[in-house]
């Protein structure tokens, strides 16, 4: 029911400390990978997006790691700030088969401790 | 402010009340696409268009649900005799052609049915 819902993967670190967020993925035709940041009652922000052809993409403060052959996304955030609390999510996009969605794995709760 | 708009950000209704909500995108994104997120999940795709042609719809949506784009430009999602497993988040979001699997989200509407 809802209570399973709501009990989101948690990562817990101290501010400064580098975050390393995962997410596994299952489609092997997605072509994009997209990460999303989601604060309390807001709506999901773009925060990266890497292509498949690549297996890292760098942005400020964040860097996102592709592992295809294990089918595995990582979103690394350096020197974690309080403003980073929030639930981050991966997506796929699939551009095969008339597909135009966004796929979204499962959340995970990012607690930044002062 | 030139991002995605929803309106309104919370309605609370009695089951069996119709709803009608209101989304509109980023002013020169033709692709717009509603998605719906539970507590504790990422969203799940609903329907999108391009343009003013609905071109894709999840089975999720069901023919208590129609979603509309008359102009192109601003979308509205209406449920019909809502029931109370339509409480959720509906999100609304806009991308370009070019850039389409980078969707740009709105704050969402808060649905509640009593």
């Known amino acids: 029911g809802e209570s399973v819902g709501l009990h989101l993967p948690t990562l817990s670190v101290q501010e400064g400390d580098n975050s390393i967020i995962n997410c596994a993925y299952s489609n092997s035709a997605s072509d994009y990978f997209i990460w999303y940041k989601q604060e309390s009652g807001k709506g999901p922000q773009f925060i990266i997006d890497?292509?498949?052809?690549?297996d890292k993409r760098q942005g400020q403060r964040v860097t996102v790691l592709l592992n295809k052959t294990v089918k595995h996304l990582s979103l690394q955030i350096a020197a974690t700030q309080p403003g980073d609390s929030a639930v981050y999510f991966c997506a796929e996009y699939d551009p095969t088969g008339g597909g135009n969605k966004l796929t979204f794995g499962t959340g995970t709760q990012l607690k930044v401790e002062l | 402010d030139t991002g995605v708009s929803q309106d309104p950000r919370h309605k609370i209704t009695k089951r069996g009340q119709n709803v009608t909500f209101r989304c509109d995108p980023i002013s020169e994104h033709n692709r717009l696409y509603w998605y719906r997120q539970t507590l504790g999940q990422g969203p799940e795709f609903l329907t999108y268009?391009?343009?003013?042609?609905?071109?894709?719809k999840s089975r999720l949506l069901s023919d208590r649900f129609s979603a509309e784009r008359p102009k192109g430009s601003f979308s509205t999602l209406e449920i019909q005799r809502t029931e109370q497993g339509d409480s959720a988040m509906y999100l609304c979001?806009?991308?370009?052609?070019?850039?389409?699997?980078?969707?740009?989200f709105g704050a969402g509407t808060r649905l509640s049915v009593l």
């Open positions: 890497i292509r498949s052809n690549m």
């Open positions: 979001a806009s991308s370009s052609l070019a850039g389409r699997y980078i969707q740009y």
């Open positions: 268009f391009q343009n003013e042609a609905q071109l894709e």
